[in-house]
């Protein structure tokens, strides 16, 4: 059919519709060599622009290849009428190609640094001089059928690649790479616009024309011909030590190579969801984030939004996305808004009027009024749970951090960073915990750890257990009850903290005296301590006074 001469003004068609069949048969790759040969085998502006297309879209969808199907998806805008059917979102998959090929790439580059990092130094130059070689050798070889084709084309016009159509889709000849094209037609475009193909089409006025016939061109640069060398050689590079200065050795680049794999499975399921509404491909880019990364700060929004995507065509799943963002991330702003979807709204008029009084509580804060910080933030609580909670609960903590001993302090901005592990001031209150301990080391370390030998004044029962063993609530209710049972009187206080990674503590204060902290000392003994829960764990109970109990918990001095 190709070679009936009667056939050849539809030998675009001819060729577009061999590729659709190759591609509906699976065979991509013959699909592709069609659909290139359809694009340069007529002048239908409609069927080029669709075998460009198709080309994208293999591209695209099949071989994952974003850079190439850019290339692909430009010219097809170039070509396609603007009433070809889906044009819009065929302009618009192009418009984002761009960024989808910045973070493909970067998810790629990353990930083969990071197993180069892996591998023995001398293998790993090994394998990259050899791949080098492999390519140098391509060059080679790609260079030596040009200058062929040089010289059988100075003879006979007729054998020449230019006018073998056989040939023609071979790599080594320009026209015959479809990338090579759609990138020349791209640039053409970008410097000169879409302009029609006539004489002296660079010139403003058409209607003049130079004849400069005797001009005498001398320094023009000849096609490769053998033997013929370039007067200036191009300085040898490196490249395999290039490539090896890439890779990341450190903990800290290595660190930096895995967030910009984050990043990028982030931004290409944004990508497919918000610009493309392909919901199954950003769920496949949502899905691979959180299987390596989870603990990536983007998990409370990523686990949102595979829930939108699954809730109507899948409610089971959607429902396991639902409840694991509950579950783990009770206090995100994507759970608040699952809970409850007018959650932004209903916070924002609250939040404002928090700002407001913050602002005022702030002012007395540093005039150092704490009184009448302290109020004005009651007031603004009062306003409810809103997204600018967090920052007034850590003014409340700056507060306690001028009004009371250094272990409460350092307990409140511990429990601050738990409880909001995705809030903004998160890393501030880390920096504030972190000065305080570092602080406190280098005072105990100046001085050595020593405990106050006056026995006067207020004292503290402690408690000291396992937190594996999952009995604080039980500890601490026992406590109360003793308490309220044997000790009316005094108004004690229980409160619970985290001792260090392995232990917790239960602390009751304040015992007005030495004497009364050990008469209760011999009362728990007597009386709960041979009573659940403290009879079917491990324990360790003790009084100490007010001011060593300080020490004790800075310096985690349990002996």
């Known amino acids: 059919m190709l070679t009936d001469t009667k056939n050849a003004e539809f030998k675009d068609k001819i060729y577009y519709e061999l590729g659709e069949f190759d591609r509906k048969q699976g065979n991509l790759k013959e699909a592709i060599e069609s659909y290139s040969l359809a694009a340069h085998a ?5 069927i080029q622009g669709s075998a460009y297309l198709r080309i994208g879209q293999l591209q695209f969808d099949s071989l994952k290849k974003y850079s190439l199907a850019k290339l692909y998806y430009d010219s097809a805008i170039g070509a396609l009428p603007k009433d070809f059917e889906n044009y819009e979102a065929i302009k618009k998959r192009q418009e984002v190609l761009g960024e989808f090929a910045k973070y493909t790439e970067a998810i790629t580059w990353n990930d083969s640094l990071l197993a180069m990092a892996e591998m023995d130094t001398a293998l790993l130059r090994k394998q990259i001089d050899s791949v080098l070689a492999s390519r140098a050798k391509a060059v080679t070889v790609t260079k030596k059928k040009k200058r062929r084709n040089y010289s059988s084309g100075s003879t006979s016009s007729g054998t020449s690649a230019f006018f073998n159509q056989e040939t023609s889709a071979g790599v080594a000849w320009y026209f015959g790479n479809p990338s090579a094209v759609a990138l020349g037609q791209t640039e053409f475009k970008r410097v000169w616009g ?20 005797n001009t005498i061109v001398t320094n023009v640069p000849q096609p490769d011909k053998p033997g013929v060398e370039p007067v200036a050689q191009t300085q040898k590079v490196d490249e395999a030590g290039k490539l090896i200065s890439q890779i990341p050795r450190t903990a800290e680049d290595k660190a930096k190579a895995l967030a910009q794999i984050e990043e990028g499975y982030f931004k290409l399921g944004d990508l497919f969801y918000f610009q493309l509404s392909e919901k199954d491909n950003a ?10 990364f989870p603990q990536s700060e ?14 109507d065509i899948d409610p089971a799943k959607a429902e396991v996305y639902a409840n694991e963002l509950k579950n783990n991330h009770p206090r995100s702003t994507f759970t608040r808004i699952l809970i409850n979807p007018d959650y932004l709204r209903e916070t924002s008029v609250a939040a404002e009027k928090q700002k407001l009084i913050y602002g005022e509580a702030y002012s007395y804060f540093q005039a150092n009024n704490l009184r009448a910080a302290q109020d004005k933030l009651k007031l603004a609580q009062q306003e409810g749970e809103t997204t600018f909670t967090p920052q007034l609960d850590l003014l409340q903590i700056l507060i306690t951090g001028k009004t009371e001993d250094v272990t409460r302090y ?25 000065a305080s301990k570092t602080l406190l080391d280098k005072l105990e370390r100046a001085k050595g750890i020593q ?3 006056s026995m006067e004044g207020p004292h503290n029962f402690v408690v000291v257990y396992s937190t594996s063993d ?7 209710s026992a406590i109360e009850k003793f308490n309220a049972a044997q000790f009316k009187d005094l108004k004690l206080n229980t409160t619970n903290i985290i001792f260090n990674e392995e232990k917790t503590i239960t602390i009751v204060s304040e015992l007005p005296s030495q004497a009364a902290a050990l008469s209760y000392f011999d009362k728990f003994l007597a009386q709960i301590a041979p009573g659940k829960p403290f009879s079917n764990y491990k324990f360790y109970s003790f009084v100490i006074t007010k001011d060593n109990f300080q020490i004790f918990y800075r310096t985690k001095a349990l002996g």
């Open 42 to 46: 007529g002048t239908n502006k409609r």
């Open 194 to 213: 879409s302009i029609p193909l006539e004489d002296n089409w660079r010139r403003s006025n058409k209607t003049t024309v130079l004849q400069e016939t």
């Open 283 to 292: 769920s496949e880019s949502y899905t691979k984030l959180l299987t390596r």
């Open 298 to 311: 983007y998990v409370p929004e990523v686990l949102y939004k595979l829930y939108l995507i699954s809730k």
């Open 410 to 434: 350092q307990f409140e901005l511990g429990e601050y960073i738990k409880k909001y592990p995705d809030a903004a001031l998160k890393p501030y209150a880390e920096q504030l915990l972190a």
């Open 451 to 453: 405990f106050i030998k």
């Open 470 to 476: 999952k009995i604080t609530n039980p500890v601490s």
